[in-house]
């Protein structure tokens, strides 16, 4: 929370671009922003199955909704590109990145169903 010496109103102190010069801006903004995307479910925190989930700061965020990810990866930016290359930009920029996208889409898809298909208790099962 903020630890300030002066008075906030109260629209001042929940909103995240207000702080008290300590330069900790940016991270309270990025902290704001990921929660928010979390909850909406685009984005998704990816820890390491050796870590504890709780107090691990080995993790990363990753896109987590398909769509997005397809459009971040192959279309944003490329726009240009695309436009020009007309019928034949799935075959020069998607098609040789296919296999690389879709991969761990299908590794999460194994990591769902393996507990399913083998008689073991898993504990937990990733990276």
């Given amino acids: ?23 900790r801006r940016g991270v309270k903004l990025t902290q704001h922003y990921l929660q928010k995307l979390r909850r909406l479910r685009l984005v998704g925190r990816h820890i390491p199955v050796t870590e504890s989930p709780m ?4 993790g990363w965020y990753h896109i987590a909704a398909p769509l997005f990810r397809f459009w971040f990866r192959f279309v944003y930016g490329s726009q240009g590109q695309l436009h020009m290359l007309g019928d034949d930009a799935y075959d020069e920029l998607v098609a040789s990145e296919l296999a690389d996208y879709v991969s761990p889409l299908f ?4 990591q769902r169903a393996l507990p399913d298909i083998i008689d073991w208790q898993f504990r937990d099962i990733g990276q």
């Fill in 55 to 58: 107090v691990s700061k080995r």
């Fill in 107 to 110: 590794e999460r898809l194994c």
């Fill in 1 to 23: 929370m903020f630890t300030c010496n002066h008075r906030r109103t109260r629209s001042q102190a929940s909103h995240p671009e207000r702080d008290c010069g300590d330069g």
